[in-house]
């Protein structure tokens, strides 16, 4: 087919003036799965379909180590890799890592889920143990989140509780849940004030931070849709995240909890909730070149009201002229990576679009859910960005 050359001459220009450059292709964002494929589900089949959903880490109690090296073999050869938890680990850590810490498959060690402050120096212990023999890969502990109680902490306060931690086991990195959404879609009150501390923290001791998006209803929690599960994940990693987690990935079997509409249910069926983290998988992985291995320098927060612990953005970061949001407010993010500044705006409300309005200096650009960089003038100053859901703009420092 001949296209006119005055059509051709117009199509050059445009990509001229509005370049299509991409996100630099880099390292993907760990995703793990708590409650992944459980043990009795081995399966080439399973594993694939936890793959297919963005999820790179399985991680599930096993009955013993046996059980674990099955799920190995099935994870290489499948793209994914375990948190290995089973008693021998606990009972024979230096056994158990020199039998498993030369397959491909093994991501790290889990050891224990929200533990107290007396439980510290046991754990400390232990992580050393496993270190001892396999230092290239990390020890799990996952922490209390703030509206724990002061029994539960063992300490006097929560940043006590998370200094405490740092200070006596040796691990790479800070995991913490905090789960906001209620069934009557109410915010709790210190869900940005709980990010800001161990933020702080983990910054400050040089680690990483792993938080959570919840993906299972139970309890006083419903059914997480779209929005909020990205309202999560985003402000988790406007926050600095580098692993996203969810919780859970199959439907835990309790009473107590009345676990139910996981990503996969008890009987092993998809349910939307699949098609949820299926899409911001997607997502977060196309845009992973923002955060992975970027450096936050503030994050602040605007709004009528600004949630409790957090700071008020007072001073427009540079090379912004204007930036003005409507309702709720939102999350705003400065953070570095190399020669690259990144400004990352979350709309802290996951039920109604956000009117954000920015201008910018010349060389700023827009970063599109695909990775494309289109210069920000391209666009009206005034977009809308759905509930729970981030603008991206970036420019060379």
Not at 17 to 34: F, I, N, S
Not at 78 to 103: D, F, I, W
Request: proline share 6%.
């Amino acid at each position: 087919m001949r296209y006119p050359l005055a059509f051709v001459f117009i199509i050059s220009l445009f990509t001229k003036t509005y370049g299509q450059d991409k996100l630099p292709a880099g390292k993907p964002l760990p995703v793990l799965a708590w409650m992944g494929v459980p043990a009795e589900e081995t399966s080439e089949v399973r594993f694939r379909e936890l793959k297919e959903a963005g999820i790179s880490l399985n991680f599930v109690h096993y009955p013993n180590v046996a059980a674990v090296e099955k799920a190995l073999e099935i994870g290489k050869k499948t793209g994914v890799q375990l948190v290995v938890a089973c008693p021998e680990l606990k009972s024979e850590p230096e056994k158990t890592v020199k039998r498993l810490m030369n397959h491909p498959a093994v991501a790290g060690y889990y050891l224990r889920d929200e533990p107290s402050r007396s439980d510290f120096p046991e754990l400390g212990e232990w992580a050393r143990r496993i270190q001892s023999v396999d230092k290239s890969k990390f020890c799990y502990i996952n922490l209390f989140p703030t509206y724990a109680s002061k029994e539960q902490l063992g300490t006097d306060t929560y940043r006590e509780y998370v200094e405490t931690f740092v200070e006596e086991v040796p691990l790479s990195f800070i995991s913490f849940d905090h789960y906001p959404l209620m069934k009557n879609r109410v915010s709790t009150k210190d869900y940005y004030q709980n990010m800001e501390i161990v933020a702080d923290i983990a910054r400050k001791s040089g680690r990483d931070l792993w938080a959570f998006s919840l993906a299972v209803a139970f309890h006083d929690y419903a059914i997480p849709t779209l929005a909020e599960m990205k309202f999560q994940v985003y402000s988790i990693l406007a926050y600095g995240a580098q692993t996203v987690q969810y919780f859970t990935y199959w439907t835990p079997i309790t009473e107590q909890w009345d676990f139910h509409h996981a990503p996969i249910t008890t009987d092993g069926k998809r349910t939307d909730t699949y098609e949820h983290v299926k899409t911001i998988n997607r997502e977060i992985q196309s845009l992973a070149g923002v955060f992975v291995g970027s450096k936050v320098l503030s994050v602040w927060h605007t709004g009528d009201k600004i949630p409790q612990g957090t700071r008020r953005i007072a001073a427009l970061p540079p090379k912004i002229k204007v930036l003005e949001t409507t309702g709720e407010g939102a999350v705003v993010s400065l953070m570095e990576k190399e020669s690259d500044t990144f400004l990352v705006i979350v709309n802290r409300d996951y039920q109604q679009p956000m009117k954000l309005t920015l201008v910018a200096e010349a060389g700023v650009r827009k970063v599109l859910k695909d990775g494309t960089l289109v210069p920000a003038d391209a666009y009206t100053s005034t977009l809308s960005v759905d509930p729970g859901d981030v603008a991206i703009y970036t420019w060379k420092k």
